[in-house]
Each structure stands twice: as structure tokens, then as C-alpha cells.
């Protein structure tokens, strides 16, 4: 894996856990791992037969926003992508 910034994850181990994570909270981070001035979240939205259809995300620049502006922005755009998914037929079980 190419480290790009001194934040990238160049583990496979580290990245495995990572994609599990994103599955299991359904919103996905980068935090300046390519970009030193980037910071970007992204939720997925699904169909009714639970397929991966489209994202809904926002892309913020790091030296102007607060943790809890990302932490507000990411709370928007996963509960954004879930009633999307919703409206579409989805509906999320835990089992």
C-alpha cells in the first residue's frame, strides 16, 4: 500500500479492521490519508434488496472545520443515506 501522508494506512491489518468498521457502522472516514488538507465521510445508501445503490457524502477541508463540525456533518449524512435507503424499501434488522 503507497503511504501518502504520514496519516495513511499502509497495514493490512490495520485496513481490514478498518472495512469492518465501515460495514458495521455504514459511514466510512478519511482523514487526511491522501490529502494532508482533506478530511471526507461517506454512508451508503441501499436498496430494498439490501444492495449498495449510491453514497451520500461530503468532502471538508482540515484546517477549517471542528471534530464536532465532522462529528455533526457525519451524523447528517449516515442518517441522510439510512431514511434514503429507507424510502427505497430497506430496512435494517440486528441480528
Known amino acids: 500500500m503507497t503511504k501518502y501522508t504520514k496519516?495513511?494506512?499502509?497495514?493490512?491489518?490495520?485496513?481490514?479492521?478498518?472495512l469492518k468498521e465501515i460495514r458495521?457502522?455504514?459511514?466510512?472516514w478519511t482523514n487526511r490519508e491522501r490529502?494532508?488538507?482533506?478530511?471526507?465521510?461517506?454512508?451508503?445508501?441501499f436498496n430494498s434488496e439490501g444492495e449498495m445503490i449510491g453514497i451520500?457524502?461530503?468532502?471538508f477541508t482540515a484546517k477549517t472545520i471542528s471534530e464536532?463540525?465532522?462529528q455533526e456533518y457525519g451524523k447528517q449524512i449516515?442518517?441522510?443515506?439510512?431514511?434514503?435507503s429507507f424510502?427505497?424499501?430497506?430496512?435494517?434488522y440486528d441480528i
Open 7 to 18: 496519516y495513511t494506512i499502509t497495514s493490512q491489518t490495520k485496513f481490514t479492521n478498518e
Open 24 to 28: 458495521r457502522k455504514k459511514i466510512a
Open 35 to 45: 490529502d494532508n488538507n482533506s478530511i471526507a465521510c461517506a454512508s451508503p445508501i
Open 56 to 59: 451520500i457524502g461530503g468532502n
Open 68 to 70: 464536532d463540525k465532522l
Open 78 to 84: 449516515r442518517a441522510t443515506a439510512s431514511s434514503a
Open 87 to 92: 424510502a427505497l424499501g430497506y430496512a435494517e
